[in-house]
């Protein structure tokens, strides 16, 4: 069985320190990128696309969203989510999301950013610091737009190795506040269906 997956992340045209804590609402979207694809049952994938849209382009993300059996991001339900429902005709939230911090935190009983999990589980960084998105955009000239565009798409391309990496191998690494290097294990398989057998005796 097929199933059709979007990894995606949200950049924003605003501070929280120039809208207020925790309205996101406010925050406007600057653009998202997300890669999409489809997977077999044995979890390889058959075809994806990295694709972005800017705050103009939304109505040809929702397609995406909508057509998706897992909606996939990292800290995607406590932020992405409630910045994009300000601009969704439809209840965003109700769609099946998966959201890597919420299962991270489950295990190890705090946050960790993924910067933190990118770094041992990826061995590589993500390419700028979460802050500079937004000056990137407020910048507004085409380069700036063009590595705001390159940054978010790393971010996607990160997000979507650590998501396989929990997925396929069960188990995600980063290092404590004593630089401890820690492995822990992750569940981020797809609930399994009951069927019912029904047999002639």
């Known amino acids: 069985m097929k199933r ?20 996101h609402s406010q925050l406007g979207v600057s653009i998202v990128s997300l890669y999409a694809r489809e ?59 998966f959201d890597i911090l919420s299962k991270v935190k489950e295990v190890v009983g705090h946050r960790l950013s993924l910067d933190a999990i990118a770094k041992e589980t990826l061995k590589r960084q993500k ?39 929990g997925l396929r191998q069960g188990k995600l690494s980063y290092k404590d506040k004593w630089n401890t290097l820690r492995v822990v294990e992750v569940d981020f398989s797809y609930p399994k269906k009951e069927t019912e057998q029904i047999g002639l005796f």
């Open 4 to 23: 059709t997956e979007v990894i995606f992340d949200v950049e924003t045209k605003r501070w929280f320190d120039e809208v207020g804590e925790d309205n």
């Open 127 to 165: 390419t700028e610091r979460g802050d500079m998105a937004v000056r990137l955009f407020k910048t507004g000239d085409g380069k700036s737009l063009a590595r705001l565009k390159a940054y978010c798409e790393a971010d996607v391309a990160i997000t979507r190795d650590i998501y396989d990496i």
């Open 39 to 97: 997977i077999d049952e044995d979890l390889v994938e058959k075809k994806g696309e990295m694709v972005s849209f800017w705050e103009d382009e939304l109505d040809k993300l929702w397609p995406y969203f909508q057509g998706a059996d897992r909606i996939v991001g990292f800290n995607s339900v406590g932020f992405d989510v409630p910045v994009l429902a300000a601009y969704a005709d439809f209840a965003i939230e109700r769609l099946p999301h």
